[in-house]
T-cell receptor, first 116, second 111 residues
Framework: EAGVVQSPRYKIIEKKQPVAFWCNPISGHNTLYWYRQNLGQGPELLIRYENEEAVDDSQLPKDRFSAERLKGVDSTLKIQPAELGDSAVYLC??????????????FGEGSRLTVL | QQPVQSPQAVILREGEDAVINCSSSKALYSVHWYRQKHGEAPVFLMILLKGGEQKGHEKISASFNEKKQQSSLYLTASQLSYSGTYFCGTEEGYSNYQLIWGAGTKLIIKP
């Protein structure tokens, strides 16, 4: 079974440039997460989707970040314009929705962003 | 409210035991444990639901004390492959679906 696929693995850009990350979750997983992870810290939720609906985007900096999940499958996370502080690893994860609790998360390998 | 993990880091010799704690100031419904190796994605270990259950996965087990709002991860007879950073994630209520992650505990196993 294929795992969560993310691209690109690495991206280096100048500040103020745009960048986009793509995620293909595990087939059948209706919940999709975008996390940001800074060095030495735990993942920080940016947005959670249930199918195509964004049900938790309270931590998404909406002035520069946007996300979409068309048809409830693939998802794209965009940053425009990027700032130095956006340098981090962006992790995508998917899970099967369980009743009452978060299920096992399957993470992609992440997209490492460096903003110069 | 971010859970607090302790210790922040631990260095062991192969074969030694370790305990990693995860504490919250809030009542918890579930605790999730993941391990992340350097440069890799976090990998699921186990989920514990309130009720004080204990779970095990080979020589890694965990307990959940809902009264103390704390979970502990036990690594017995550690192997080199156990090296990595361990994260706990907590949920504060049924159908909350908001998993809040701790800052992680770095475990280094030396031969």
């Amino acid at each position: 079974e294929a795992g969560v696929v993310q691209s690109p693995r690495y991206k280096i850009i100048e500040k103020k440039q745009p960048v986009a990350f793509w995620c293909n979750p595990i087939s059948g997983h209706n919940t999709l997460y975008w996390y940001r992870q800074n060095l030495g810290q735990g993942p920080e939720l940016l947005i959670r989707y249930e199918n195509e609906e964004a049900v938790d985007d309270s931590q998404l900096p909406k002035d520069r970040f946007s996300a979409e999940r068309l048809k409830g499958v693939d998802s794209t996370l965009k940053i425009q314009p990027a700032e130095l502080g956006d340098s981090a690893v962006y992790l995508c994860a998917s899970s099967v929705r369980l009743r009452g609790q978060t299920g096992e998360l399957f993470f992609g390998e992440g997209s490492r962003l460096t903003v110069l | 409210q971010q859970p607090v993990q302790s210790p922040q880091a631990v260095i062991l010799r192969e074969g030694e035991d370790a305990v990693i704690n995860c504490s919250s100031s809030k009542a918890l419904y579930s605790v999730h444990w993941y391990r992340q190796k350097h440069g890799e994605a976090p990998v699921f270990l186990m989920i514990l639901l309130k009720g004080g259950e204990q779970k095990g996965h080979e020589k890694i087990s965990a307990s959940f004390n809902e009264k103390k709002q704390q979970s502990s991860l036990y690594l017995t007879a550690s192997q080199l492959s156990y090296s990595g950073t361990y994260f706990c994630g907590t949920e504060e209520g049924y159908s909350n679906y908001q998993l809040i992650w701790g800052a992680g505990t770095k475990l280094i196993i030396k031969p």
